[in-house]
């Protein structure tokens, strides 16, 4: 069965920091990339980051861009994202999701769509004072 776990969720004061993994099972991410997407209460579901199967390429949004950090370790079948300076708007549940192939299509980043693709079940991330 493939699973695809996020881990390191919780809640933190603004100007914070938080790591949240994404651990793979029942397939080997070497073959996907991966992104990372968040929805917050009442929003759309918003692509943050998408690192290709190699870890040689890696993308983010605007908002999160020189903060947050997607990298890869392809010996433990995992992703991570490390977020820094952590804003209230960056509150949401966070989802890794993996779509087969090297690079990050732009549909899959913009609007999460993936053919064959897998997602996990989001962690939460709370950023208030």
């Known amino acids: 069965q493939v699973q695809l776990v996020e881990s390191g969720g919780g809640s933190v004061q603004p100007g914070g920091s938080l790591r949240l993994s994404c651990a793979a099972s029942?397939?080997?991410?070497?073959?996907?990339?991966i992104g990372w997407f968040r929805q917050a209460p009442g929003k759309q579901r918003e692509g943050v980051s998408c690192?290709?199967?190699?870890?040689?390429?890696?993308s983010y949004a605007d908002s999160v861009k020189g903060r947050f950090a997607i990298s890869r370790d392809n010996a433990k079948n995992t992703v991570y994202l490390q977020m820094n300076s952590l804003k209230p708007a960056d509150t949401g549940i966070y989802y890794c999701?993996?779509?087969?192939?090297?690079?990050?299509?732009?549909?899959?980043?913009?609007?999460?769509?993936?053919?064959?693709?897998?997602w996990g079940q989001g962690t939460q991330v709370t950023v208030s004072s």
């Open positions: 999701a993996a779509t087969p192939g090297p690079s990050c299509p732009k549909e899959f980043m913009d609007y999460g769509l993936t053919t064959l693709g897998y």
């Open positions: 029942g397939l080997t991410l070497d073959y996907y990339a």
């Open positions: 690192i290709s199967s190699s870890g040689s390429t890696t």
